[in-house]
């Protein structure tokens, strides 16, 4: 892998695109990541959420831990506090908590009931999840045809989908890490696959190499970094890959270090059952099949694991 490619979607969307799917395919196979532009998101509701999410994460620890606690709310928000996670558990790796916070939503995900401050929150996140599902829609047309599959092949999978919205908060750093403590350990995304947008700041993305070195994903105005999920790669028979990626610390000194980003996790239904789609099939599939529901709680709970 030398670069990540970034591919303007536009006249995908308008009337198809052969040579967009043909970057597109060849990403999805050698590096697992990609950037979108032409994607027709809407600006607007991408600065409301940044804007209303940093007013949440300002508030003071008390009123951000309220959101920590049961989730009974369906479609509800709920708050990982600082810390809390650790992605690197996922890989066997056993870190401190990642440096970040995090707000969590899902519209058939339970959560905390929603907050009243800052106004407008619940507002921002559902308008942005429904921007999410129609860029989502179009990715999946682009895989159906860089795989040969019909266009709508996937939709059945995500009539109930339990794809995932969450805003993520990493601080400045004003006191060092502990050793092997980053602002998000090294992993692999678990699902379809992920839309991100992220804020220009030090100590950003980074991805790895197949030969093992780390290169940062660059930073494009406007646009979407997309990457490959674990369950993709298992449909593809490991044929498309998904990616080892971190978030690493800002260099020291840097004064404006705070940054945020917004991961969109696409996930199909709960009962979805993933295995080798027929074009990948070749001498046999390497993957007994497995619904998502079983899939997706194998690796939170590792991500969750105590740490």
């Not at 940044?50 to 994460?57: E, K």
């Not at 959101?67 to 996922?90: C, R």
């Not at 020291?252 to 945020?260: F, L, V, Y």
Request: proline share 9%.
């Amino acid at each position: 892998m030398t670069e990540i490619p970034i591919i303007d979607i536009a006249r995908f969307r308008a009337s198809g695109d052969p040579a967009a799917v043909a970057v597109l395919e060849a990403a999805a196979t050698q590096s697992g990541f990609f950037l979108v532009t032409g994607h027709g998101v809407d600006p607007d509701v991408t600065a409301t959420l940044y804007r209303l999410s940093r007013a949440f994460f300002d508030l003071p620890a008390e009123t951000r831990a309220a959101l920590a606690g049961p989730a009974e709310t369906m479609g509800g928000l709920s708050y990982a506090p600082f810390t809390h996670e650790a992605l690197a558990a996922t890989r066997g790796e056993r870190t401190p908590g990642d440096l970040k916070h995090s707000l969590n939503f899902g519209a058939r995900l339970p959560g905390a009931p929603w907050p009243a401050v800052p106004a407008g929150l619940e507002t921002a996140f559902r308008a942005y999840f429904v921007q999410m599902e129609q860029l989502a829609a179009v990715l999946r047309r682009m895989f159906c045809a860089a795989i040969g599959l019909p266009p709508d092949h996937f939709e059945a999978d995500f009539t109930a989908h339990l794809s995932a919205l969450r805003v993520i908060d990493y601080p400045a750093q004003d006191v060092p890490p502990l050793p092997g403590q980053l602002r998000a350990g090294a992993h692999t995304d678990y699902g379809f696959m992920t839309i991100l947008r992220s804020e220009a700041a030090p100590g950003g993305l980074e991805v790895q190499t197949r030969s093992g070195y780390w290169v940062a994903v660059p930073n494009v105005e406007g646009a979407f970094v997309i990457n490959i999920g674990d369950a993709f790669m298992r449909w593809s028979n490991d044929t498309w890959v998904s990616t080892p990626h971190r978030v690493v610390n800002p260099p020291d000194g840097a004064s404006q270090s705070r940054r945020q980003s917004i991961p969109f996790f696409v996930n199909p239904n709960r009962e979805t059952i993933i295995e080798c789609l027929p074009p990948f099939r070749g001498a046999g599939s390497r993957f007994a099949p497995i619904s998502f529901e079983d899939y997706i709680a194998l690796k939170t709970q590792q991500a969750f694991a105590k740490h």
